[in-house]
């Protein structure tokens, strides 16, 4: 919110710079001598628009210019000559390739347009969000891409509602580009059939990790059989008051009770994430926590914890929300979003996923 006085004071000069630029240069050519052009500030008009208006916009501001540029030297008596009249075919040039320039930037927009619808259908399908009420617990997501005009990336997030509680998981696919959004497919839809599935959370990891290295068989690319997926699943049952984790080397879950005490519950057997189980093997053990009413349970990427300031100091979720209150899932995750572009001063170096998870009083 600090931000948006001077972004929207800049945004507004720049949309009034055309007429500026004209104000300025009409008032130089009647005020200097004719030997002298505001050529360039003329110029600089129609050119200004072409990005910034509409189509007709940019015309009304080319003609805006020549008529000003001819109004000018007609109130000088210099109409026809030369300097003056190659002032003129100069203005008139411009403002016609600033015309074809806003044709173009307007069909590039709307290929952008197109692509992005594109981009945030892909995210639906792979990355639902769950409703805001499972199984009796608030929920909320949140997905932030670093990269401008992103929509998904390698991290994810998925609920699921099954007979043994609600299941959840929120993990982190090494590398960017399309593998890595084909391995979040491939780790949400195992994780939604192991969820009503499998017993038991390990049993859940053990499908994800068998689901990871089915694939690399399949794939020739190196990417695939280097890559690997941090996550942390959690388990509620329905009628316990506590919270069942498994942890893949991801980033710890926080757990925010009412009076603003704030606890991680970080892996007492820190386990190798999905996709290394060639490496060797390490049985899955879920740790059981206490899950009281009004508490929540946040699980995130490391998008959130590796936010960086100008002094490459590290955004601590921990220690930020500790002593506050949040009164529903949506508005925590909406805090620390801000929270973290404005810690690492308004650009994220990574994507991140959010869940937060709250158990009704």
């Known amino acids: 919110m600090e931000q948006e006085g001077p972004i929207s004071y800049a945004r507004t000069f720049v949309r009034l710079l055309p007429a500026l630029l004209l104000v300025a240069g009409g008032c130089y050519d009647y005020l200097t001598p004719s030997q002298f052009s505001a050529a360039p500030l003329f110029t600089a008009a129609p050119l200004v628009a072409a990005p910034l208006y509409s189509r007709r916009g940019t015309v009304l501001t080319g003609l805006a210019t020549v008529l000003v540029v001819l109004a000018v030297h007609l109130r000088l008596g210099i109409l026809l000559e030369v300097d003056a009249v190659t002032e003129t075919v100069t203005v008139v040039t411009v403002a016609v390739l600033a015309v074809l320039i806003n044709l173009l930037v307007r069909r590039s927009s709307e290929r952008l347009a197109?692509?992005?619808?594109?981009?945030?259908?892909?995210?639906?399908?792979?990355?639902?969000?769950?409703?805001?009420?499972?199984?009796?617990?608030?929920?909320?997501v949140r997905y932030e891409a670093a990269q401008a005009d992103a929509?998904?990336?390698?991290?994810?997030?998925?609920?699921?509602?099954?007979?043994?509680?609600?299941?959840?998981?929120?993990?982190?696919?090494?590398?960017?580009?399309?593998g890595a959004v084909a391995a979040v497919a491939i780790v949400i839809g195992a994780f939604r059939e192991a969820a009503e599935r499998e017993t038991t959370l390990e049993a859940v990891a053990r499908r994800l990790e068998r689901a990871l290295a089915r694939e690399a068989t399949r794939r020739d690319s190196v990417e695939v059989f280097e890559g690997f997926t941090t996550a942390v699943l959690a388990e509620l049952p329905h009628d316990d008051g506590v919270v069942r984790i498994v942890n893949r080397g991801h980033p710890p879950p926080l757990l925010l009770h009412t009076d603003g005490t704030v606890r991680a519950l970080p892996a007492q057997d820190p386990a190798l994430p999905l996709g290394m189980g060639d490496l060797?093997?390490?049985?899955?053990?879920?740790?059981?926590?206490?899950?009281?009413?009004?508490?929540?349970?946040?699980?995130?990427?490391?998008?959130?914890?590796?936010?960086r300031d100008r002094q490459g100091r590290f955004y601590d979720p921990e220690a930020r929300l500790a002593g506050r209150a949040f009164r529903e899932p949506g508005a925590l995750l909406?805090?620390?979003v801000g929270e973290a572009r404005r810690h690492s001063g308004g650009f994220l170096t990574d994507d991140l996923a959010l869940l937060a998870v709250r158990r009704p009083l």
Not at 163 to 172: Q, S
């Open 114 to 140: 197109s692509q992005r619808e594109i981009a945030e259908a892909a995210q639906r399908a792979v990355l639902p969000g769950p409703a805001g009420r499972i199984g009796g617990f608030d929920i909320a």
């Open 151 to 178: 929509f998904i990336g390698g991290d994810l997030y998925a609920v699921q509602d099954s007979p043994h509680g609600v299941r959840m998981i929120v993990g982190d696919v090494r590398g960017k580009g399309m």
């Open 334 to 336: 909406a805090a620390l």
């Open 280 to 307: 060797g093997t390490w049985p899955d053990r879920g740790e059981k926590y206490g899950f009281p009413g009004g508490a929540t349970l946040l699980l995130y990427t490391d998008g959130l914890s590796e936010a």
